[in-house]
């Protein structure tokens, strides 16, 4: 079965830090884009970032460049998103997402598995 399992979500203060955990159980994990999206309430689902299994390379929302990175582990089926200086504007369930291709992409429509999400909340 193939799906993809997030955890590490939480409330934080701002200027915190938290970091995402997704384990994708999926085949040809090294062969993939995983990206992270994230939904606000009242807001579309927007694509945070990006990791070629394959390559490594990655891509970021320009909001949070410099602020959040991601990192994979094609041993252990995981994809990381570390999250630092934490902003209210960060709140959102944020969902990991997979497609059989290994080149990223911000259209959410193109990817083809979806965990079920976790909540971040940014408050004082």
């Known amino acids: 079965q193939q799906e993809l399992v997030e955890s590490g979500g939480g409330l934080v203060q701002p200027g915190g830090s938290l970091r995402l955990s997704c384990v994708a159980s999926?085949?040809?994990?090294?062969?993939?884009?995983i990206a992270w999206f994230r939904q606000a309430p009242g807001k579309e689902r927007e694509a945070v970032s990006c990791?070629?299994?394959?390559?490594?390379?990655?891509n970021y929302l320009d909001s949070v460049k410099g602020r959040f990175t991601v990192s994979r582990d094609n041993a252990k089926l995981t994809v990381d998103l570390h999250m630092s200086s934490l902003k209210p504007e960060d709140t959102a369930i944020y969902f990991c997402?997979?497609?059989?291709?290994?080149?990223?992409?911000?259209?959410?429509?193109?990817?083809?598995?979806w965990g079920q999400g976790t909540q971040v909340t940014v408050s004082s």
């Open positions: 997402a997979a497609r059989f291709s290994h080149f990223c992409t911000s259209d959410s429509a193109r990817y083809d598995y």
């Open positions: 999926l085949y040809n994990f090294d062969y993939r884009a």
């Open positions: 990791i070629n299994t394959r390559s490594g390379s990655t």
